[in-house]
């Protein structure tokens, strides 16, 4: 069973969504919030609730969909889907740096939300690498040329082997596995093992950790 905790400052949405939810079979929403600090209580309180995964909106009073994200990221196993009116936004951008599995219209139907929940629920991002790169190439501050400025975050790399380097930078590109494994001359099942060692090394939580990391450490340079 798949918990869920919808954090959203509008009743109607939360009242829309838990429609659809509660509907599902293996899908029970467990708790609301009507703004940010309210979910990050909800999950880390003295009476948290359970959640696996919240439905998170970027615009809302008291605290934001983007420092709940890190809050809930820091504190709680629960993975974190963020909700926009506008694609590409500023907002899911710093959501994503944050710890958000990924983002999804607000406008989004039955089918396509239910496919997203589940697709976070088994490990893959929402949105496709592909959006992904377009997301933070577009926001994404001027990285400094100096690579001592990027030492740090590339120590985080350090446990990481020459292959995997490899890995993990194909996926910052946006290819998919079946791309990087022709790219790399690797079976599509060989690819999977090693974005599974490259997310338990560096404590990632999903693929699109995996791409903002590769923009982080400068193993992928916006375009341009």
């Known amino acids: 069973m798949i918990r869920l905790l919808l954090a959203d400052d509008q009743e109607m949405v939360r009242v829309g969504f838990r429609m659809v939810l509660d509907a599902q079979p293996d899908i029970t929403v467990v708790a609301e919030a009507s703004d940010g600090a309210q979910a990050v209580a909800a999950l880390t309180g003295e009476d948290a609730v359970a959640a696996d995964l919240v439905l998170m909106d970027i615009r809302m009073p008291v605290m934001d969909g983007v420092e709940a994200t890190r809050r809930i990221a820091e504190a709680s196993a629960a993975k974190v889907l963020v909700l926009t009116t506008f694609d590409l936004d500023e907002y899911v951008?710093?959501?994503?740096?944050?710890?958000?599995?990924?983002?999804?219209?607000?406008?989004?139907?039955?089918?396509?939300l239910l496919a997203a929940i589940h697709a976070v629920m088994a490990g893959d991002s929402v949105v496709a690498p592909s959006a992904t790169r377009r997301l933070l190439e577009r926001f994404l501050p001027g990285l400094p040329d100096d690579p001592d400025a990027r030492r740090p975050a590339r120590e985080r790399l350090e446990p990481l082997t020459e292959r995997e380097l490899e890995v993990l930078t194909a996926v910052g590109q946006g290819l998919t596995n079946t791309e990087i494994a022709g790219t790399l001359y690797l079976a599509e099942a060989t690819v999977k093992t090693h974005i599974g060692h490259i997310l338990a090394k560096l404590n990632l939580r999903d693929r699109v950790g995996m791409v903002v990391l590769a923009y982080d450490t400068g193993l992928v340079r916006p375009r341009g």
């Open 93 to 112: 951008y710093a959501a994503l740096k944050a710890g958000a599995s990924g983002f999804l219209l607000k406008d989004a139907g039955p089918a396509e």
